[in-house]
Each structure stands twice: as structure tokens, then as C-alpha cells.
């Protein structure tokens, strides 16, 4: 190799080497310069946190004094308060006792007014406790509502400590308990509240009742009011409708002798169902039996008419000469002369099936009538039956705590008895009374047969 490349060779190599040294000592100086800036970070951020913390810790403290001054006006406002309510409690017991020695004293002149008059003053309390309470269920109130306002201001009066009723109020007293025996004889007129109609004229017989316009009226106790009876009593106010109408004389009126705040007599006259509601009482069963009932009364309606007129057509052949074929005997006297040259056996056989023929146009309908008498006391024994059965179900329900109750259920399972005996009777009468003259007819039919015959055999 020439001198010349070896010599580049060695430049070469000794420039690698210099720019190795120069490479590792520029690296641990860029790495000493980043260590430096971080550190300088850390201490500024320190510092910062160190600020802020002082910041805080002077704010907590200026709001903690705050508070103290805060609590420190409200304990002093509440020792203020304090103090004004020990005062006011001074004042007041120094008033209270100073009303207690005037309660003293004016007992003390109480009692020294009454002196022997307590015992009079009782029974008065009493009395008036007892006219309050009657005037609270007396019909006489909706006349005179003021006096019961009277009566609780007298009662609260007397049973005062302090207080006394005047002469006057006493007086008033007797007053009251006078009238109310004076109306309880007395039949007036005068407007009232009825509901919420107001100023309608009342009529007030006593103590017993109001009636208003021929409706009866009902008072009640608890409220002081006046209002008319849900359902009127059947056949009582035409009564008092002719009341109210009068000005003198007699005038005929139901009244409730029990009277009109509660009267048992008045509601159980109002309770009373009517024969409409009897009969829906009969539910499914009472139905049948009426409509059983009304096919029986036609049944009956049109034999009687049947009847009746082939007695008619038999009594006008009676009188006639000549037979006819538009009435039984008719018919049966054509038979006998169409056999009449027969022998008398013959001839007797044939108006025996002329009569038997007859029969069953005479007797139509009326073995109808005779079931449906026998049938409808049965079925309304079945009506009763499946009543009671109801009645007994609910019994074993609901006990048997109320025996209103019991007996309404069992008056209502009868009313299918009663109607079955309603349809039977009359039903068992008509059919007496159609079978009577069925037979009639037939008599008459068997005498003329037998004439015929006899007259026949004595030729």
C-alpha cells in the first residue's frame, strides 16, 4: 500500500476518535443542564403552595373571628331577652296575684249575697239544665231557636263563680218553661226554614208534629233543622193538607203521639210497604203466582160468559116447541127425535151419548180453574221455603244480632204464601160457583132425556 493512503487512513481515524470524545463529553452536559431546570421547577412551585396556604390561613382566620363576634351579639341579645321575659314574668305574677285577691274578694261578696239562696239557685241550675235538654228535642224550637241561646247563657251563668243571674233572667226562665207548656196545646202557624227553602209556612199541632203544604215534616235535634220526610205515611195527609187549608173549626189529622223528633209511631207507619211493594217482595215466585192468578180470573171471566149464555139458549129452547142446533138441549132433542121410533133402550143409549158429547163443551176450562186453586197455595209454600232459606244463609253470615232485620227477611218469604192463598180462594169460589152452573145445564139435559125417555116408554 502506498505511503500516501496509510497516511489518510491514520487522518482518518485519529478524526473518529476526537469526534467520540467530543460526543461523550457533550452528553453528561445537556443531562446537568436538564437536572437544573427541574429543581428550579420544584422550588417555584413550593414557594407558590407556601403562598397560598398562608392566603388560606388568613382568610379561616378572619372568617373564624367573624363567628366569634356573631355569637358573641346573639349570646348578648338572648341575656337581653332574657332579662325583658324575667321582668314580664315579675309583672305578671304580681298581676295574677293581685287577681287572685280579687277573685277572693268577690267571692266573698258572692257568697254573702246569696247567703241562704244557694239552694235556690240549685234547683234553678237544674231546672235549667232539664228545660235546655227538653227544648233540644221539642218541635217547639224551629218556632223559638232564640231561647236556646238564652238557656246556655243562663246555664254558664249560674255555674260561674263570680256571677249571679238577675231577677229579670230568672223571670225569663219561668217564662220559657210556661209557653212550652202553653204550645203543647196549641195548633200555630208560622214560617220556617223547610230544607233549603226558606220561609214556608209550618203548621205545628203541639208538641206532636209538623206538617207543611200536606206533607208531614221531620225535626231534627242534633242540627235544629226542619226537613220533609223521605216517604210520606199512606192515607194521613190529605189530613193534613185540610189542616193547614182551615182557619177555625175541627179539622180530622193524623198525628204521632211519640212525636215528631223520633216518633216510632210515625216511622213505622213510614216503614209500613205499600201493596205494590208487598207484592215485588215475592220476587220470581210472587210473580208466577200473579200471573198463574190472572190466567185463572180469565179462564174464569170467559167460562162464566160461556155459560151464561147456554143457560140463556137452554131456557129460551125450554120455552121453544121446536128443537134447535145452536144450544145443548137443542142438539140433544134433535137425537131423541131422530131415534125416536127406536126402542126405549136405544133410545136411552143415544141421548146418554148426545149428553155425553155435550159435556165436554159445558165443563171446558174449569178443571184449569181447579188446578190452579190447588197449585198456587203450593207454589207460594215454595216461595216462603226458598225465602227462609235466604233468611237463614244471611243468619249464618251475619248472625242474628238484629232481630228487625230477621224478622223483615221473614215477613218478606211469607208474602209468597199470602199471595198463593190470594189466588187460591177466589180461584177455589169460581170454580164452585162455574161448576154449579155447569151442572145446571147438565141437569137440565139429563131431565129432558129422562121426560123423553119416559114419555117413549109409555106408548
Known amino acids: 500500500m502506498s505511503p500516501f493512503i496509510l497516511n489518510a487512513i491514520h487522518k482518518a481515524a485519529r478524526a473518529a476518535t476526537a469526534a467520540l470524545l467530543l460526543a461523550g463529553l457533550a452528553g453528561p452536559a445537556q443531562a446537568q ?13 413550593v414557594r407558590q403552595g407556601r403562598t397560598r396556604d398562608a392566603q388560606d390561613n388568613a ?16 349570646i348578648n341579645d338572648a341575656e337581653r331577652q332574657i332579662a325583658a321575659l324575667e321582668a314580664r314574668s315579675a309583672q305578671l305574677e304580681t298581676t295574677f296575684n293581685a287577681n287572685e285577691i280579687k277573685v277572693e274578694e268577690a267571692r266573698r261578696r258572692r257568697d254573702e249575697r246569696l247567703g241562704a239562696l244557694k239552694e235556690l239557685f240549685g234547683h234553678l241550675t237544674g231546672a235549667a239544665g232539664d228545660l235546655r235538654a227538653r227544648f233540644s228535642g221539642s218541635i217547639t224550637t224551629s218556632q223559638y231557636p232564640d231561647r236556646q241561646a238564652f238557656l246556655e247563657q243562663l246555664i254558664a251563668k249560674m255555674n260561674d263563680d263570680t256571677d249571679l243571674p238577675t231577677v229579670e233572667e230568672i223571670e225569663q226562665l219561668w217564662f220559657e218553661l210556661h209557653r212550652e207548656m202553653t204550645e203543647s196545646g196549641r195548633v200555630v202557624k208560622y214560617p220556617a226554614q223547610v230544607g233549603t227553602q226558606s220561609g214556608r209556612e209550618i203548621v205545628r199541632i203541639g208538641l206532636f208534629n209538623l206538617v207543611s203544604d200536606g206533607e208531614y215534616l221531620a225535626y231534627d235535634s242534633d242540627t235544629r233543622s226542619v226537613s220533609v220526610l223521605a216517604r210520606q205515611p199512606d192515607g194521613y195527609t190529605g189530613g193534613a193538607e185540610d189542616l193547614q187549608a182551615t182557619t ?7 198525628i204521632d203521639p211519640t212525636g215528631a223528633a223520633g ?19 215475592g220476587r220470581t215466585v ?31 129452547q125450554q120455552a121453544s116447541n121446536s128443537a134447535g142446533d145452536d144450544n145443548p138441549l137443542g142438539r140433544v132433542l134433535l137425537a131423541g127425535e131422530a131415534h125416536a121410533n127406536d126402542d126405549v133402550e136405544t133410545l136411552e143409549l143415544k141421548l146418554g151419548e148426545a149428553i155425553i158429547k155435550e159435556r165436554p163443551a159445558i165443563m171446558r176450562g174449569l178443571p184449569l180453574i181447579k188446578i190452579i186453586a190447588m197449585v198456587a197455595p203450593l207454589m207460594g209454600l215454595l216461595g216462603t221455603v226458598t225465602g227462609m232459606i235466604i233468611v237463614f244463609q244471611a243468619i249464618t253470615i251475619y248472625g242474628a244480632g238484629d232481630p228487625k232485620a230477621m224478622a223483615g227477611g221473614i215477613s218478606s218469604a211469607l208474602v209468597t204464601t199470602v199471595l198463593g192463598l190470594v189466588v187460591a180462594i177466589p ?33
Open 427 to 459: 180461584m177455589l169460589l169460581l170454580h164452585t160457583l162455574l161448576y154449579g152452573r155447569a151442572r145446571t145445564i147438565l141437569h137440565v139435559l139429563e131431565e129432558q132425556t129422562a121426560g123423553l125417555v119416559a114419555e117413549r116408554a109409555g106408548r
Open 263 to 281: 216518633g216510632s209511631y210515625l216511622k213505622a207507619l213510614i216503614d209500613t210497604p205499600t201493596l205494590v211493594e208487598r207484592w215485588h217482595q
Open 33 to 45: 443542564d436538564k437536572d437544573s431546570l427541574s429543581m428550579q421547577q420544584l422550588l417555584s412551585e
Open 286 to 316: 210472587g210473580y208466577l203466582i200473579t200471573l198463574v192468578g190472572i190466567l185463572g180470573l180469565a179462564v174464569a171471566a170467559w167460562r162464566f160468559a160461556a155459560l151464561s149464555a147456554l143457560t140463556g139458549k137452554v131456557k129460551r
Open 59 to 74: 382568610r379561616r382566620e378572619a372568617e373564624f373571628k367573624a363567628d366569634a363576634a356573631r355569637q358573641d351579639a346573639l
Open 248 to 254: 177555625a173549626g175541627f179539622t180530622p189529622v193524623g
